[in-house]
């Protein structure tokens, strides 16, 4: 494994991490706590430290999974980054909520759920700029960092170009953001990137896989079950991103290399990009993934010195 500092942040982060959206059920299959623990496990093992979720993948379900994880193995193995914003209704239902006194309370359920006394990474979850607006909302937050609930504060973007909320990271004490990057979609390339690059930012390049389109395990027409959330994306985009895929596998891809490990090693090599979080169903993929991590040859600006 490979580490990078999560820009100005004292946190050491592996090049590979594992994104949790998929513990919350929105993917087509439900997690017990045995498959949870191996996907974690498998991780660990490999060198991986760094683990996203968010308090609606599921009813802070994923986070349940994470922490009862973390609470029977060592806390100090990882770097959990969550992130605050919504109530979650039901599988692809939720509203948002940005008040201060709303994510004060979020955070405890997400610091209950996690079982954890701290959270490395609190990231504003993709909300509107009317919201990221609120100076009660980050005074708020910054007192729980100053109470050690909080070590660093984050933002992940909804769009993958907004640069109104990453230019205001310094500002509000943000020090990381989260954008979609991958190989199919660059545009965080123009603005996001050098705004992050400018202040300092670590960067968490989320998506990194295209949905799992980059794998190459898809051909275009692939169907997906009513529970994936990919059956609701918009089918004719998908075929469209496919043949792209396609394309791209026969003219960019290493012969004998795996197309995921080469998607996400592909993220890794941009200057401003700290970390992938590709989303992981299962040990094998964990494993596919942190190898994409031998592919990273390159120096990079955020190398760590360990
Ligand atoms: N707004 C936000 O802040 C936000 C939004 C989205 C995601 N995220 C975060 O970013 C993470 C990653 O994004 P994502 O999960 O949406 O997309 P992704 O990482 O691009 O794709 C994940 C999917 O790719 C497939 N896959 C993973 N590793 C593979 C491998 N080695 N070989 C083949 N297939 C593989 C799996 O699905 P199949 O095997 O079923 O194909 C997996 O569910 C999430 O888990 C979440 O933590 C945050």
Redesign the pocket.
Known sequence: MKYRRLGGTELNVSVIGI????FGGE??REYTQAEADAILDKGHELGINLI???ECYGDHLSEKLIGDYISRRNREDWIIAT?FGHHFHDLFSRTDAFEASGVAAQLDASLKALKLDYIDLYQF??GPDQAFDSDELWTMLDKQREAGKIRFLGT?I?SNDNLHQTESSTKVGSRAI?VVY?RLDRKPEERVFPSCQEQDLGVLA???????Y??G?YKPGAVFAGNDVRHRHDAEATRLKLEEVERIGREEVPAGVDM?SWALAWCLKHPAVTTV?????DPA?VE??AKAAELVTEPHPQDASI
């Open positions: 994104g949790t959206w998929q993917w087509g996203d979720t968010a992130k979850h993709s992940s909804g989260q991958n989320r998506v990194p896989l295209a949905s799992g980059l794998s395990k995921a979080i590709p989303g992981c169903k993929q596919s993934n």
